[in-house]
């Protein structure tokens, strides 16, 4: 459990503080990491009363209700399931102390405020979001597209006699290839893990 006194330590408070890899270990939402199936955290903001986060495959939001209760919400929004929207960084003016960074994530808009001093690191989870948003628009486009083509492809055997056919063997063989070819096409355009996109643009 991530105490009172670790909390000190490191400076927390109401507004958020990016927490350095070697620290993982010692925030609640790593028990709800899925270790198991290779999901790992890349990015996490905590103050005294949330965590945020930001793993290969989602985000993992624990919600406390405030800094001296140990009552906590878990909430997880996969990006595969959840698109991400409405981006924005708000950087922080002369006398403001945060900067915040706001999202939608499925239908549950974030605004999370962090300390002006982890604006670099915000900015790099700024540009993760974006692109993991950019590239769940381009595979739904894709994936439309697919789905235009494979429904073309089926109109056009449809309107083929079967009797053109010399075994009906033929017809079952290419009905089985454009299933095959819609179960690949869903798995390509239909991304779990994003550790790339986080690998790229995450540098601490």
Wanted: proline share 1%.
């Amino acid at each position: 459990m991530f105490g009172k006194v670790a909390a000190d330590l490191l400076g927390l408070s109401d507004v958020g503080a990016v927490i350095r890899p070697e620290n993982y270990d010692k925030v609640d939402a790593d028990d709800y990491v899925m270790h198991e199936d290779n999901e790992k955290i890349y990015f996490l903001i905590k103050s005294k009363a949330d965590e945020y986060c930001f793993t290969n495959q989602a985000l993992i939001h624990l919600n406390g209700t405030s800094a001296v209760s140990k009552k906590r919400t878990l909430s997880r929004y996969s990006y595969r399931t959840n698109r991400i929207s409405n981006v924005a960084l708000e950087t922080a003016g002369t006398v403001d102390l945060d900067v915040e960074i706001k999202f939608t994530i499925g239908n549950t808009p974030f605004s999370i405020d962090v300390h002006k001093k982890h604006i670099e690191e915000v900015k790099d989870l700024y540009k993760a979001i974006i692109r993991i948003a950019e590239i769940a628009q381009e595979n739904e486009t894709s994936h439309q597209y697919a789905m235009q083509s494979l429904e073309l492809a089926r109109s056009n055997l449809s309107s083929i006699d079967r009797a053109e056919f010399h075994l009906a063997q033929q017809f079952n063989e290419l009905n089985q290839s454009a299933f095959n070819w819609l179960v690949d096409a869903h798995k390509q355009y239909q991304v779990k893990d994003f550790a790339t996109v986080f690998e790229r643009y995450i540098n601490h």
